[in-house]
């Protein structure tokens, strides 16, 4: 059996405001190509479809269009699972539709599907968190665990009944209901596990919503299900091994997210499994549509050299820029008008101001506080935010006038 493993697509996602939709629309593009040009079998999403819990339309539009694309009426099994991003209740809201054509939604821990066969596969036989399905004559056992935060655990597998059991750590719970779920592995089936989870000593970004409470939602390799053959993970979007001795991957997410997610490429793996072997993984990676980029630059001088020589590309672009003095509007402007999706400038101020007096009553209150906005943030103050302040002063000087 040949599968794929993705997760994080974060659908709806945005760059600090800046849509990411149409690099997700490609991303979706070339994954269903990448999908029927290497004839897998089995699609597995380990969560964080969506960036929220109420998704835009547009995103959950592209999610179902995509997976149907995936599933293409019951040729291929997609096996979805909710990650600490989704809302479970939406995300399976499709369950009915998608069952139809061979897409299983699974939203939170412990859920279900049903027995069912289709074009190209047939499940054989489904419990809570488990199913077992016949692909071209190969039986597969997959284990599941959608995000399991501490209130869904609880609903799972029920509040803590007596004090021996109220002193288990989340991770042990965890562990515990992998070790029930691992009951259902066979010597002679492929025995997958998926789940939504940090496991500790994973690599984190910027982008990821955090899910440990100063460690308390942390699942220990030893908690792992050590009977997988594989085990797909999601949450972490940097791709890596989260376990030495176990075959415990993270897929990463498709997209840069954040600037700390520029200095490695984005994929998935595409896994071939027979029983009791050994899998064999590949790491196929995706193009990267629109690049983070992030430029340092000795003044003004070369920020807009920069904006010159790239602004025939795609990217976003983040400026830290050296100076002595204020970067002016005109120059932010003129780098804005040479290139698209600027992010962020933000000036480094590198003077050495010597101590010097200022007579405060050569300038007016409305200066100095104009000289202070730009110094501070790099840029002037707009208009009514100048007016706010000068309207502050003035009730400030009316209220000293009376009291004298």
């Known amino acids: 059996?040949?599968?794929?493993?993705t997760s994080d697509w974060h659908l709806g996602k945005s760059l600090e405001g800046h849509s990411r939709i149409e690099e997700q629309e490609k991303f979706c593009d070339d994954f269903v190509n990448i999908v029927n040009a290497n004839d897998i079998d089995l699609v597995i999403i380990a969560g964080d479809i969506y960036d929220t819990s109420n998704p835009p339309a547009q995103a959950e539009k592209l999610f179902y269009k995509t997976v149907s694309r995936l599933a293409n009426n019951g040729e291929r099994c997609v096996l979805i699972i909710a990650g600490n991003h989704d809302n479970p209740e939406r995300l399976a809201a499709i369950t009915p539709l998608a069952h139809e054509q061979g897409i299983i939604v699974l939203g939170y821990p412990l859920s279900s599907t049903e027995k069912s066969k289709y074009k190209g596969f047939e499940i054989?036989?489904?419990k809570e968190g488990c199913l077992k399905i016949e692909v071209n004559g190969e039986k597969a056992t997959i284990i599941t665990l959608p995000y399991p935060s501490e209130k869904r655990l609880n609903e799972a597998i029920g509040t803590p009944s007596s004090d021996e059991e109220a002193q288990k750590t989340y991770s042990e719970r965890v562990g515990q209901i992998f070790r029930d779920l691992e009951e259902n592995f066979e010597d002679d089936t492929i025995n997958l596990a998926v789940s939504h989870i940090f496991v500790v000593g994973g690599e984190c970004t910027d982008s990821e919503r955090p899910i440990q409470l100063g460690g308390s939602l942390l699942v220990e390799k030893k908690d792992l299900p050590t009977k997988a053959q594989y085990i797909a993970l999601g949450h972490l979007h940097k791709p890596q091994k989260a376990s030495h001795r176990l075959n415990a991957y993270y897929s990463?997410?498709?997209?840069?997210?954040?600037k700390d997610e520029r200095s490695y490429a984005k994929g998935a793996n595409i896994v071939e499994l027979k029983a009791g072997e050994s899998p064999v993984i590949q790491s196929i990676y995706f193009k990267d549509y629109k690049p983070i980029e992030v430029f340092k630059c000795d003044g003004i001088e070369e920020a807009i050299k920069i904006?010159?020589?790239?602004?025939?590309?795609d990217i976003w672009s983040y400026f830290e820029i050296?100076?002595?003095?204020?970067?002016?509007q005109s120059d932010i402007k003129k780098m804005k008008e040479l290139l698209d999706d600027i992010i962020e400038i933000r000036p480094i101020i590198i003077s050495d101001y010597e101590e010097e007096e200022i007579d405060v009553k050569e300038k007016?209150?409305?200066e100095l506080f104009k000289e202070f906005y730009q110094f501070s943030t790099g840029f002037e103050p707009r208009g009514e935010l100048m007016d706010l302040f000068l309207g502050i002063i003035s009730e400030e000087g009316d209220l000293e006038n009376e009291t004298n």
């Open 307 to 313: 904006c010159e020589d790239n602004k025939d590309r």
């Open 322 to 328: 050296k100076t002595e003095h204020v970067i002016n």
């Open 1 to 5: 059996m040949k599968f794929i493993h």
């Open 124 to 126: 054989l036989e489904a």
């Open 364 to 366: 007016s209150m409305g």
């Open 252 to 258: 990463g997410s498709p997209l840069q997210y954040s």
